[in-house]
């Protein structure tokens, strides 16, 4: 089957680096999304890895490792506005075609 | 900037009514998504289209559910009828064909009582 693993909760302060780690485990791996959601907003995109290593946008940086089926999301320089759910989801290509699953989210805190 | 759009915003109904949600993707996104995402969890596919095809729908619960994109441009969810356990977000979503990366529109919160 298909599952990923994320924790539940972080809490950071603010101008702190956090890291929010993703397990995966799926069939037809190609690659690994992030997104973030606000309160109340829509989930919005923030990387993709495809391949391992670190990709950097900006304060936002994430990294995977398909040998261990692992990835993280690195947000520096933590802001008060950056408090929302963070979600990796793998893309999988499976016999229908590329399938997005997403993970049950990460809920950062992030306190003054 | 182009924006995927979902109507109603909100939708509150009585348990055995029939609902239905509308969605228009971004122009030229020829893959669209519906999703159902409950309070504290992560966005569940119901159903993704190419064009006006059904690519997946396994996690679509056919009996009571149902969608359609019959020009492959907007596409409506319904729901009939509606059970208590359906209320959540009903999140739509586009992608360039293949894309990785997919743009949300608002949802549409439904409430069942």
């Known amino acids: 089957g298909q599952s990923l693993e994320q924790p539940s909760e972080v809490t950071a302060v603010e101008g702190a680096i956090v890291q929010i780690n993703c397990t995966y485990q799926?069939?037809?791996?190609?690659?690994l999304s992030w997104y973030q959601q606000h309160d109340g907003g829509a989930p919005t995109f923030l990387s993709y890895n495809a391949l391992d290593g670190l990709e950097e946008t900006g304060r936002f940086s994430s990294f995977l490792s398909r040998s261990d089926s692992y990835g993280y999301l690195l947000l520096q320089e933590l802001q008060m506005k950056d408090s929302a759910s963070y979600f990796c989801?793998?893309?999988?290509?499976?016999?229908?075609?590329?399938?997005?699953?997403f993970g049950a989210g990460t809920r950062l805190f992030v306190k003054a | 900037e182009a924006e995927v759009a979902q109507s109603p915003r909100y939708k509150i109904t009585e348990k055995s009514q029939a609902v239905a949600f509308w969605c228009d993707p971004i122009?030229?996104?020829?893959?669209l998504y519906w999703y159902r995402q409950i309070l504290g969890q992560g966005p569940e596919l119901l159903v993704q289209f190419q064009d006006e095809s059904v690519v997946d729908d396994s996690q679509l619960p056919k009996d009571r559910f149902s969608a359609e994109r019959l020009k492959g441009v907007d596409s409506t969810l319904k729901i009939q009828p509606a059970e208590l356990g359906d209320s959540a977000m009903y999140l739509c979503a586009s992608s360039l064909r293949q894309g990785h990366e997919q743009y949300f529109g608002p949802g549409t919160r439904l409430t069942v009582t």
């Open positions: 989801a793998v893309r999988d290509n499976g016999a229908g075609g590329f399938k997005t699953i």
């Open positions: 122009s030229g996104h020829a893959t």
């Open positions: 799926t069939s037809g791996f190609y690659g």
